[in-house]
């Protein structure tokens, strides 16, 4: 934990110096252009994005494609060597124009545990509130406090709080401020998965109550769709697309997208008229006259069903028991294999001869065919 970190997190008041509430029309983070080389790397390669007032945005991909130095660059912790970063209609970093990350008005929250061992809950809260009188500085404290729902453990120290309470606590000091945004990096990571779904709901709901804008980083697609209004997906340090959770899952961009957000299979098509595409999977829908195209189209395991049919030219080469569900892996005839997510009542076993179906729900996403 750097002392820089914790300078940013135990800021004092931003109200006191500057508004840190921008008026509702303007975004709580505009990023134009940023892009941020290490050596050779390029982590950042010229990232555009807005958060809206009260929105919560959700930075999503594989390791190391510039999630954490684009949030590092937007806190002050890093400096881009291009483009503008505004916050609250505010620009705080420009060529020329450096604004320290103690004067930014935001809060930080990671997954380590970044509260001060010797001091209370209250204390933890506090410390960031120094430029507020006493007697303002309890209100606050006891205003969050209120707000996580730990108000009967303000005398209790670090040690003394649960994985899920101590996360909670370390909201509450980043929110006390009242910071224009809130910044956090995997900040669910180190919970144990029982915990995880539980802190990661209160969370939310502790954000929405408080009417925070929230930027999470993350690298766990569920999470990153679960939590966001809208969700990015970033690889080697472009955004490469943006959107509602639901729009980027069911209609990605890209192969890489894709499979970004969850296991994503293509298999190749061809247009045979009436609307209607034909797979070795079978036929699915496509509206729009797509002939001459080559393309693939993009199947998730729930959208991929089998009946049993020795003349059905697919066999099942493996099951995996989820409990509520069976994930099965099916071996098309050109030897290409799917999984098919089923409901628990659908038991056969490896070997079973299958006939596969597409049942999306909804039109399938053509994609056109990677150029190797
Ligand atoms: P993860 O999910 O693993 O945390 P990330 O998407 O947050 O990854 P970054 O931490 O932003 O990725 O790193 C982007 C790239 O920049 C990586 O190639 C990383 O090795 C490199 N990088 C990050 N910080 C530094 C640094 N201080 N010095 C040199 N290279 C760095």
């Given at each position: 934990m750097s002392s820089r970190r914790e300078g940013l997190i135990l800021q004092e008041p931003p109200g006191e110096r500057s508004p840190a509430q921008p008026a509702p029309e303007v975004p709580a983070v505009e990023v134009r252009g940023a892009s941020k080389k290490f050596g050779s790397t390029v982590a950042v390669d010229d990232v555009s994005i807005t958060l809206g007032r009260g929105e919560f945005l959700t930075l999503v991909g594989p390791s190391g494609c510039g999630k954490s130095t684009l949030l590092r660059m937007i806190a002050g912790l890093m400096e881009p060597d291009a483009g503008e970063i505004l916050l609250a209609?505010?620009?705080?970093?420009?060529p020329g124009r450096w604004v320290p990350p103690e004067d930014r008005a935001v809060g930080l929250v990671f997954q380590e545990n970044t509260l001060f061992p010797h001091l209370s809950v209250s204390g933890n809260i506090g410390f960031g509130l120094s430029r507020r009188s006493k007697s303002q500085t309890a209100k606050r404290v006891a205003e969050v406090l209120e707000l996580v729902e730990l108000p009967a453990h303000a005398g209790r120290y670090p040690h003394e709080l649960s994985g899920g309470e101590r996360q909670r606590v370390a909201l509450a000091r980043a929110l006390a401020p009242e910071p224009t945004v809130l910044l956090l990096d995997e900040p669910f990571a180190n919970l144990d998965p029982n915990l995880r779904a539980q802190v990661r709901a209160h969370t939310v709901e502790i954000l929405r109550k408080a009417g925070a804008s929230a930027l999470f980083v993350t690298h766990d697609q569920q999470e990153a769709m679960s939590v966001g209004d809208r969700v990015a997906v970033m690889g080697r340090g472009r955004v490469e697309q943006i959107?509602?959770?639901?729009?980027?899952?069911?209609?990605?961009h890209s192969h890489f997208v894709a499979s970004s957000l969850g296991e994503a299979y293509f298999l190749p098509a061809t247009y045979s008229g009436n609307g209607?595409?034909?797979?070795?999977?079978?036929?699915?829908?496509?509206?729009?006259?797509?002939?001459g195209t080559e393309m693939e189209i993009m199947v998730r395991p729930h959208d991929v069903t089998f009946v049993e049919d020795d003349a059905g030219g697919s066999v099942v080469t493996a099951v995996e028991f989820l409990g509520a569900f069976l994930l099965y892996e099916v071996q098309l005839p050109s030897g290409r294999r799917l999984r098919c997510l089923m409901p628990h009542t659908v038991e056969v076993g490896p070997g079973a001869k299958v006939r596969v179906q597409l049942d999306h729900g909804h039109v399938p996403v053509v994609l056109p065919v990677p150029q190797p």
């Open positions: 209609g505010k620009s705080v970093s420009s959107g509602p959770p639901k729009t980027v899952f069911h209609l990605p209607s595409l034909h797979t070795e999977a079978g036929p699915c829908d496509c509206p729009h006259d797509v002939s």
